[in-house]
């Protein structure tokens, strides 16, 4: 029996028609060898190869060789600078913007004799903050603090606010007619 066996019959995978081929059975399988017994060793005819194989390659599997340009060490640290840079800038433009030049709101707590106060809530549950009495959002002025008496005179309304740092703030105040 020989190693060659025909090719199948019926349509093949490749789009040639089965039978012999032209060029007729492989080497070594029935037929002369065209061009000669093989050399000895992987090299035919006492050739050398054009290259030394590297020792850390394996067999068949290309060695990777680094192409893209030298490192940059300095780079990310010089990157990450100009990040936190622009953040913080657009902080600063962000304050800037918002700012509309008036000093921040003051609550009642910080007020003193003379002041006056806008109620922002409602006459049962009060919110009040500082406000210039020229302005026509005051509706009451400070007389007086009555944070160590605890209580004000009769003809004052009382405004007492609690759980700040230093204690309740209690004040006396009047209306404010505009």
């Given at each position: 029996?020989?190693?060659?066996?025909?090719?199948?019959?019926?349509?093949?995978?490749?789009?040639?028609?089965?039978?012999?081929?032209?060029?007729?059975?492989?080497?070594?399988?029935?037929?002369?060898?065209?061009?000669?017994?093989?050399?000895a060793?992987?090299?035919?005819?006492?050739?050398?190869?054009?290259?030394?194989?590297?020792?850390?390659?394996?067999?068949?599997?290309?060695?990777?060789?680094?192409?893209?340009?030298?490192?940059?060490?300095?780079?990310?640290?010089?990157?990450?600078?100009?990040?936190?840079?622009?953040?913080?800038?657009?902080?600063?433009v962000?304050?800037?913007?918002?700012?509309?030049?008036?000093?921040?709101?003051?609550?009642?707590?910080d007020?003193?004799?003379?002041?006056?106060?806008?109620?922002?809530?409602?006459?049962?549950?009060?919110?009040?903050?500082?406000?210039?009495?020229?302005?026509?959002?005051?509706?009451?002025?400070?007389?007086?603090?009555?944070?160590?008496?605890g209580?004000?005179?009769?003809?004052?309304?009382?405004?007492?606010?609690?759980?700040?740092r230093?204690?309740?703030?209690?004040?006396?105040?009047?209306?404010?007619?505009?």
């Amino acid at each position: 029996m020989s190693a060659y066996s025909p090719p199948p019959q019926g349509p093949t995978p490749y789009g040639h028609q089965p039978g012999p081929t032209p060029y007729g059975p492989p080497a070594g399988h029935g037929g002369p060898a065209p061009y000669g017994p093989p050399a000895a060793g992987p090299f035919f005819h006492g050739q050398q190869p054009a290259y030394a194989p590297s020792p850390f390659q394996q067999s068949g599997v290309p060695m990777f060789t680094p192409t893209g340009p030298a490192r940059r060490p300095w780079l990310r640290p010089l990157i990450a600078l100009g990040v936190v840079i622009v953040v913080l800038a657009g902080f600063w433009v962000l304050s800037m913007v918002s700012d509309d030049g008036k000093p921040p709101e003051r609550d009642a707590r910080d007020a003193v004799a003379g002041d006056c106060l806008d109620n922002r809530g409602t006459h049962a549950d009060p919110v009040l903050f500082t406000v210039a009495c020229s302005d026509t959002k005051a509706d009451y002025k400070v007389m007086f603090s009555a944070t160590r008496q605890g209580k004000c005179p009769p003809e004052f309304d009382e405004y007492t606010e609690r759980g700040s740092r230093l204690g309740d703030t209690t004040l006396c105040l009047t209306p404010v007619h505009h």
